[in-house]
């Protein structure tokens, strides 16, 4: 087999130190690490919202490298939790891992970490009790905590009315008179709404006065639609309103610059990194989102080794271009794409109904009386109309569609990338 060369692949990985931000995020993360130090009284919910992949992991990561030795930090995922064990038992028990391990007292926190760990019983929940405990209970011991509970109702029952005030005075010994332990919980979108709901609802119930500072992550419209949803009501305004009484200090990461983001990821598309049609297909198709245009390269790399295998003289960069825009028509315009698949010449016979827009933002006309009738539909999506519309004559000369027997071509280059469409329902 003739081996080509591959661009090697963009990883997903956040940024984990101020040093290495490349989507402008330090004056952010410094102003708001600032106005937190300044809170007093603690407990204090902090907000870091954000659309799926917009950045938010790389934002909690780089604020805490800066806080670095000042204040106690720790770090919580739940959508690892989710699904596997209580996710707010989860939270509550990493906090007093933590707790545990420079404690003068370990014996109060294993104590407490064994309420829990109760009331996780309670609800006939044991499965991953080990997880959920962090360690602090072993599974082997779950059985004989069953055995005992109903002798110990009572005791249980009487130390949570004093839950509170010992997880308080926990956190104050760990963290010093004047210190704070910062808990930074992302993905929190990842969840299901009821672990999502969960979570937050631990903040309230288990707290107390403890001078904490938790720091969430999150796609604000997303919990709180499904947040709104749990509690009854399809209305994401009363989400809306349940994370505005959890959430004292709200922040909306701010948007990813094009250009930053393009100077990040342009070693990785090879001969197309000066190409400024490139640049408008990406930015059409996926704004600036790092994930989204991450993937996105990474698949256009994977397709075009797998294009040369099949012909190599037909992956120039006119080639690279018209497979660029199949890629994204796939991942924004399925319906079409679909419809692509069953009629290859219907990209070609569209474009060729449009007139392409003479400067950036103008808009795409369409020749509707020589525009066949079983693409008429497809007229009435402005985003696609848009894309097509980057044709020789636009503003940066993009190639014509692609013919039937190329489309045909790449069509199959493109299931091999990324798997066929599922079926619509």
Partial sequence: MRV????????????????????GFRPYVEALDELVALAEPLPCVVGIFGPWGSGKSSFLRMWRSLIGTRSRTSQFNPWKYDQKVEVWAALIQSILA?????????????????QIAWLTLRG????????????????????????VIADRDAKFYKFMNEYEYAFTKAVDEYVGEDGRLVVFVDDLDRCTPESALAVLEALKLFIGDARCVFVLAMDFDLVAAAVGSKLGSHDPLNGAAYLEKIVQIPFFLPDVSFESLRVSVGQHVGGLAKNEAFWELVQIGF??????????????????????????????????????????????HREFFRYLTK???????????????????????????????????????????????????????????????????????????????????
């Fill in 287 to 332: 704004g600036a989102n790092p994930r989204r245009v991450k993937r996105y390269i990474n698949v256009l790399n994977l397709a075009t080794a797998i294009l040369k295998l099949d012909d190599a003289s037909q992956s120039g960069a006119k080639q690279r271009l018209q497979l660029a825009e199949l890629l994204i028509i796939r991942s924004e």
């Fill in 124 to 147: 006939g929940l044991s499965r991953g009790i080990g997880l959920a405990t962090a360690g602090i209970i072993n599974e082997k011991t779950v059985d004989k905590a069953l055995d």
């Fill in 98 to 114: 933590e707790l545990k391990e420079s404690t003068s007292s370990p014996q109060r926190i294993t104590e407490l970490a064994r």
């Fill in 343 to 425: 009629h290859p010449d219907a990209w070609l016979r569209l474009e060729e109904a449009l007139t392409p827009p003479l400067k950036r933002g103008a808009v795409v006309t369409v020749d509707h009386d020589n525009l066949p009738g079983d693409l008429k539909r497809f007229a009435q999506d402005e985003a696609l109309l848009r894309l097509l519309g980057t044709k020789p004559g636009a503003y940066l000369d993009h190639p014509e569609a692609a013919s039937e027997t190329d489309t045909e071509r790449m069509l199959g280059t493109v299931r091999l990338a990324v798997g066929p469409l599922e079926e619509q329902p």
């Fill in 4 to 23: 080509v060369s591959i661009l090697p692949p963009l990883t997903d990985n956040p940024m984990e130190h101020l040093d290495e931000d490349r989507f």
